[in-house]
Each structure stands twice: as C-alpha cells, then as structure tokens.
C-alpha cells in the first residue's frame, strides 16, 4: 500500500468514531476533544458490577423531590475490611470498564487492596436525569449539581457496604473530571482525603485563545518549523482566495457542497474553525510520533494549500462533497434535543459555566484569523436560548471563577498534572503553583502504568503520585 492509502486510512479512522447521525464537520471536531480518557489496557480479568443509586434531580431545591438513576462502575476484587476507595471521576462522556481495570489508577488501588470505581456524570452514558435535552431540562446539568451527586454517591456507597464504613475515599479524573476533583476538594472537604487531577482546567474563560497557540507550539516542537509554516502559508492562503474573489478555486479545492456560501461569515468560520480543530484533535491525543507522521503526509504536497485541503478533505472521511455549513451545526445539536446528544450538553456547559472557546483570536498561532469567539457565543444563543449572548457568558464565566477560585482554587491534597503540550493547559495551574509538568505530554497522557515507555518526567510524575497516595492512606 502506498503511503498515501496508509495516510488516508489513518485519517479516516480518526474521523470515524461512533455516532448514530453523520456528524456535521464542526461537531464532529468539537467532539473529538470531548473524548473520555482512552481505553487502557487491561489487567485484570474481573468483570466490574455496574451500580445504580437514586439521586435528586436538584439538590439545592428541597421542594423539589424528583429523583433519576446515577450510573457507575465498581472493581471490587481487592476489597476487604476497610478498603480504601480509590474513585476515577466520570466527565462528558459514557463511563467503560477498561478504567477500573487497569492503568495507574488500579495499580495503586491494588497496592493499597482498593475498591475502584467509576462514577458517570448526570447527563452523559445512561445517567440522565431528563428525557429530552430541551435548553428547560438542562437546567439541572450543572457542576455544582454533578459534585453533590458525587458527595451523596461517597456516602451512600459507604453506609450501604459494611467493609467500607469507615473507609478513606480517593478521587482521579482527567480534564474537566479533573477540574470535578479539585472542585470537589474545595467543597467537601471532608469526604476525601485526596486526590489526583490530571490535566485539569480551572479558569473558565469566553475566549480562550491560548488553546491554539499551544496546538501550533506541539506542531512547531514535535513536527518541525517547515511543518509549521506549511500549515500557516496553507490556511492564509485558502482565507486570501476567499476574501480576493477567488472562492471558486478555494471551494473547488476544498471540495465544498454546492450550499457552502462564502458571503456568510458563519459558513467561513465553521470552515476554519473545523480544519483547525482537526489539528487540536492531533495535538491533544498526540503520542509519539503522531505529529511527525501527519506533518510528512503534509509536507508531500506540492503547495501549501493544497496540503490543507487534501489534509482536511481526507481527515473528514473523503465525503462526495464537505459540508461545514453552519447551518448543518445548528440542525446537528437541535437534533440533540430528542437524542439525548451529549454534545449538545457539553456545548450547553461552556454556554452556562465556562466558554473555553478555542478561537483564533491571538496572532501567535499557525490558524488563521476565521473563527472568531462570535462562532461560538451564536451557536449558544441559536442552540439554547437567545439569552446566551456574549455579555451573558462572560457573567457566567465570571460566575464560576467566582464560586471555585479559577487559579486559586485553595485545595490541600490534590496532586495537579499536566503535559507541557496539553493545549489545555494554560487554562490549569503551573508549577510555580505547585502543578507538575511533564515536557513533550499531551492531555491526559499520564493514566497509564509506570512502564520502561515513560519519560524520565512521566515516570518521575507517576512515581510522586504513588508517594502522595501512600502518605494520604498512611
Ligand atoms: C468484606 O471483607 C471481607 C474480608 O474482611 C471479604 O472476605 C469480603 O469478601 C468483603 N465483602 C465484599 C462484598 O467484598
């Protein structure tokens, strides 16, 4: 096979992941950052329970009695009398076994004969609270909401296992689950006695341009300066036939649907909004070699332009026709309504809580200049509500910083990681913070066990954690 085929294949398998409605081109490349954590590889043979506790819908609302069933995952072959429970916190997405059955996590859940569990977050998996996602019903997805499902998960699990009455109680999670551990930390802190939040987000925040400065930094450090440049010159290039009235060779190139229309700001900016974010998805679940596998595919092209949009026409899966329309983005989620989409609730959080809205807002970064923060904060406003405009998110942002901290979230116990090329991580703390940082690493790169693979760094990392659990369960 040539290695064009062995490209293509590649890219296309990244653009494949399951869903049960064609994803239109900007949400499937939202979503791909929207992941869980990757499967790990499995240890051990135990077949994990799944568990269901009943959980009040509101729990700030004592008038309000109605209750859904909260899904989660148990391991409990090293349990005995006073087993410490070693918690993996559920995010945006559908809680899976391999998580309790190997990695770090487990490791050290072993050492200290831990129960492992994994808890799913309202409104994603199975845990729904509501029937439909209707911008009424996800008034009750909320982080506050989703930590004191935790808090009543801890002690309900405990009071209801006698070997574990008085057991101590651990939590881990990765990205906005991370963030869940430390907030959890600042709100109960009495129900664990620490925990480990790897890559998490702390500091929410409408338009957050730093995100693509640090995708463009992994392509600059793992792909080379040419690689950089090629992707740079390509973009600028495809936005200049667009703004020179030359669209018909950038449509043609890109090989756009007939309904693309490029006098709508909205269809350019889901346009290069979408092709960035196929770089994020790189850049965030980056393992060695990734970057420099895609940067030699790019760089076999004759000009730069064209290397963007092979690249782009083939990581969406060489479709008849592309079509990043915004329209189709909107129709996608409002979909959501009746399909329980959990991108649409994810979306609804950054409306309601955080932004994080990768744009192409600094000029230090390899992006262009075509998916302003206005992309976003519309989609909020023709998705959920026309409330949510942009002065609206930015007090809700502000609201969350408040509530929890954002860089000062003034937590004892949590161990804080992140990978120096995680592009999320400057919205987390540094090390001048305390936070560790592991050079070359991407998001959530450190779940794995201690293995002859690791950096000095991540090794130096997993190690520190392992001391850390070892002092907290002392
Ligand atoms: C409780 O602990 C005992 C050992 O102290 C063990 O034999 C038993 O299996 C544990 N119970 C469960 C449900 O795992």
């Known amino acids: 096979m040539s290695a064009f085929g062995l490209v293509a294949i590649t890219l296309v398998l990244l653009a494949s992941l399951a869903s049960s409605r064609d994803l239109p081109f900007f949400v499937k490349s939202l979503r791909d950052l929207h992941r869980g954590p990757p499967q790990l590889p499995m240890k051990s043979r135990a077949e994990p329970v799944t568990g269901w506790i009943t959980q009040k819908i509101d729990h700030f609302d004592e008038s309000n009695t109605d209750t859904y069933q909260m899904r989660y995952l148990v391991n409990d072959e090293f349990e005995t009398e006073g087993s410490p429970i070693f918690i993996f916190v559920g995010g945006e997405w559908e809680i899976e076994p391999s998580m309790v059955k190997g990695g770090l996590w487990y490791d050290l859940a072993k050492e200290h004969n831990g129960v492992l569990v994994y808890t799913e977050h309202r409104y994603y998996g199975e845990s729904l609270p509501t029937t439909t996602f209707s911008t009424e019903n996800l008034k009750y997805l909320h982080v506050k909401q989703a930590l004191a499902d935790l808090a009543h998960f801890i002690e309900t699990f405990k009071a209801e296992n006698p070997n574990l009455t008085n057991s101590k109680v651990l939590l881990s999670g990765g990205s906005y689950s991370a963030t869940m551990v430390v907030w959890f ?258 998001h959530c790169n450190d779940f794995t066990s201690i293995s002859s693979q690791d950096s000095e760094e991540m090794r130096a990392a997993k190690e520190r954690l392992s001391e850390l659990v070892r002092e907290w369960l002392a």
Not at 374 to 401: A, M, P, R, W
Not at 428 to 436: C, K
């Open 185 to 442: 930390k600042r709100l109960y802190p009495e129900l664990i006695v620490g925990g480990w939040a790897s890559s998490a987000p702390l500091l929410a925040k409408l338009n957050f341009v730093e995100y693509k400065e640090v995708v463009g930094k992994a392509f600059l450090e793992l792909g080379g300066q040419q690689c950089y440049n090629r992707i740079q010159n390509g973009i600028a290039e495809l936005e200049e036939l667009f703004d020179n009235k030359r669209a018909a060779e950038a449509r043609a190139m890109l090989r756009l649907c007939s309904n693309f229309d490029e006098h709508n700001d909205l269809d350019l900016w889901s346009l290069f909004g979408s092709i960035s974010n196929i770089f994020s998805g790189i850049a965030q679940t980056q393992r060695e070699g990734d970057i420099e596998f895609y940067c030699n595919y790019l760089l076999s092209f004759d000009d730069d332009a064209s290397a963007i949009a092979n690249f782009a026409y083939y990581a969406w899966g060489s479709p008849n026709c592309l079509d990043p329309t915004y329209k189709e983005t909107v129709e996608y989620y409002l979909w959501g309504i009746n399909n329980l989409d959990e991108s649409r609730a994810w979306y609804y959080q950054t409306c309601n809580e955080y932004g994080w809205y990768q744009t192409s807002g600094s000029s230090n970064q390899p992006f262009g200049t075509k998916f302003p923060a206005t992309l976003y904060t519309e989609l909020c406003s023709d998705v959920f509500d026309h409330q949510f405009g942009n002065e609206k998110i930015v007090e809700n942002t502000v609201q969350t910083n408040e509530d929890f901290g954002g860089m000062e979230p003034e937590v004892e116990n949590i161990y804080v990681t992140h990978g120096a090329l995680d592009p999320w991580h400057p919205m987390g703390l540094g090390t001048a913070e305390g936070a560790t940082i592991i050079s070359k690493a991407s």
